[in-house]
């Protein structure tokens, strides 16, 4: 089966109606039905902070409810963050 890796951006565009990026996310979204989509704990950390502060308690709970689906999913692999992992991102954002 065919995987693709989903960031942080598709899921906050996928839970966000007002992003710019919904529709296509959305229509994305309907195209993998087929695939199974690999995230990782720091990518749903991200989306959970992102949600935390400006958006309010609605988008808090909607972005919470997303992220326990996305951890059930069968068809979402979500790698979990090891000190490895942690350590390649910091890496990543030296540079």
Known sequence: MKKVFADTSYWIALANPNDSLHKIAKDLSKSLKSVTITTT?????ELLTYFSSKYGSTF??????????ILNELTIEVIP??????LSGLELYEK
């Open 41 to 45: 704990d720091e990518v749903l950390r």
């Open 60 to 69: 808090r709970q909607k972005a919470a409810q997303m992220v326990r689906y």
């Open 81 to 86: 963050q090891t000190r490895e992992s942690f």
